[in-house]
């Protein structure tokens, strides 16, 4: 897998956030974190992202445990695809 495809995977089904943050800020950050190969680094990153990302959520008027609910979601795909990315690269984690 590589970086792009990572970031597709990921933001393949985050449209509410991709709305109101924008698609290159979110790719930005979803890249980013795909990037970091130590995996503290990677998860104090993501959390950063999922803090905002509720934030603009709710700023953008949803809810806040839908948003919370959708943030989840999406941090479990963030994790998920930056461990299956970095397990094809021979790196144990």
């Known amino acids: 897998m590589k970086i792009e495809?990572?970031?597709?995977a990921?933001?393949?089904e985050a449209n509410a956030l991709l709305?109101?943050?924008g698609q290159p800020v979110v790719a930005y950050h979803?890249?980013?974190?795909?990037r970091e190969a130590d995996l503290e680094h990677a998860r104090q990153m993501q959390l950063a992202l999922?803090?905002?990302?509720i934030e603009a959520l709710v700023d953008d008027g949803l809810e806040?445990?839908?948003?919370?609910h959708f943030v989840s979601q999406f941090h479990g795909?963030?994790?998920l695809t930056w461990r299956?990315?970095?397990?094809?690269?021979?790196v144990a984690h």
């Open 19 to 21: 709305s109101c943050l």
């Open 50 to 53: 999922m803090r905002r990302s």
């Open 64 to 68: 806040s445990v839908a948003a919370e």
């Open 77 to 79: 795909r963030v994790g």
């Open 5 to 8: 495809d990572a970031v597709t």
């Open 30 to 34: 979803v890249t980013a974190i795909m």
């Open 10 to 12: 990921v933001t393949a």
């Open 84 to 90: 299956l990315l970095h397990a094809a690269d021979g």
